[in-house]
Structure formats: structure tokens, C-alpha cells
């Protein structure tokens, strides 16, 4: 947790792993609260419950009529995240095509709603979590080398509980 406060006044890209149910999330709202951008808004989305073109419709939005059912422009969570914080749960879920696309947003902070011709651009942090083990994904060529270092330039790992049984009194109590 001392990490978390470490760069929870920075707009460092944080990576956060761990296996499942161990409080990523919890610990990128911590972070969130702590660091200068508390006052606007934390994002969340969780990269492993869409398919690629949902996913990215839910990153960037979309324009009128961009796609079939596409009736009315769709703000995305980049854009609702601007000065703010997105969080990015199971990020090793998504597709390398998509993650191409996100890397170019985190290294030049403009993106296109899905359909759109004007740029948008954001200014985000962003925070990452996987519960896979993303070194492994990046030599495995399931998850770009270049997207791993671009959000990885801090990385916490979350324990599991039976890693920290001085939680568990706490945590039974609220």
C-alpha cells in the first residue's frame, strides 16, 4: 500500500497484478483518492467483458451512425476519464489489434471516436491490472512488449490474503 501512495500524485501509468480477488481494484481507487486528481472522475472498465469492437466503442465512442446501432454519438471512457483516472481491469484480456490502438493513445494522448475524423485529446492516467502473468503474456506474444513497458512503469503486486493473514482480523471486522 505504500506504493500506492508513492505514485498516487503522479500521472505515472501504473500496472497492478495479482491473481483474482485480491483488491486491484480497491488499490487503483486508492490511488485514485489519494493523488491530485481525486476530484475528477475514476473510470472503470473491464477490458475482459467486451468483444474487440465494443471494447473499443467503449474506449473512444462513436460517431452517429459509425456502425449499425450506432444512433446517436457515443462519449467514450477516455474521454469521460479526461483529467481524471481510467482504470483498466483484466487488460491482458484484450486483443493485440486493440491494444495497438491504446497504445497510441497513452503515447500521444489524442484519439478518434469509432466513425470520427476530429481528434480528441485526453489527458488521462491510466491504471492497469491483470491477474495473469504479464511477463510471460509479453514473451508469449499474447501481450505487445511495447504497451507492457508504456503502462508497467510502476508495477504493484497484490498478495493474496493468505500472503497477508494480518488482514484477515481486519477485514472480517468491517
Known amino acids: 500500500i505504500s506504493d500506492a501512495f508513492k505514485v498516487a500524485n503522479s500521472k505515472t501509468s501504473t500496472l497492478i497484478s495479482g491473481e483474482s480477488g485480491t483488491g486491484k481494484e480497491l488499490l487503483a481507487r486508492l490511488i485514485h483518492r489519494a493523488g491530485a486528481r481525486k476530484d475528477e472522475s475514476m473510470i472503470v472498465l473491464n ?29 467514450g471512457k477516455f474521454e469521460l476519464a479526461h483529467k481524471g483516472t481510467l482504470f483498466l481491469d ?17 503515447q500521444e494522448g489524442v484519439f478518434y471516436r469509432v466513425g470520427g475524423n476530429v481528434p480528441i485529446h485526453v489527458d488521462v492516467r491510466v491504471i492497469a491490472a491483470t491477474n495473469k502473468d504479464i511477463t510471460k503474456e509479453v514473451n508469449e506474444g499474447r501481450f505487445r512488449e511495447d504497451l507492457f513497458y508504456r503502462l508497467n512503469v510502476v508495477q504493484i503486486r497484490m498478495p493474496p490474503l493468505r500472503e497477508r493473514k494480518e488482514d484477515i482480523a481486519l477485514l472480517a471486522q468491517h
Open 47 to 75: 477490458c475482459a467483458a467486451l468483444t474487440e469492437t465494443l471494447l473499443e466503442a467503449e474506449l473512444f465512442g462513436h460517431e452517429r451512425g459509425a456502425y449499425t446501432g450506432a444512433i446517436e454519438r457515443k462519449i
Open 90 to 106: 483484466e487488460i491482458a484480456e484484450m486483443s493485440t489489434g486493440m491494444q495497438a490502438k491504446l497504445l497510441r493513445v497513452l
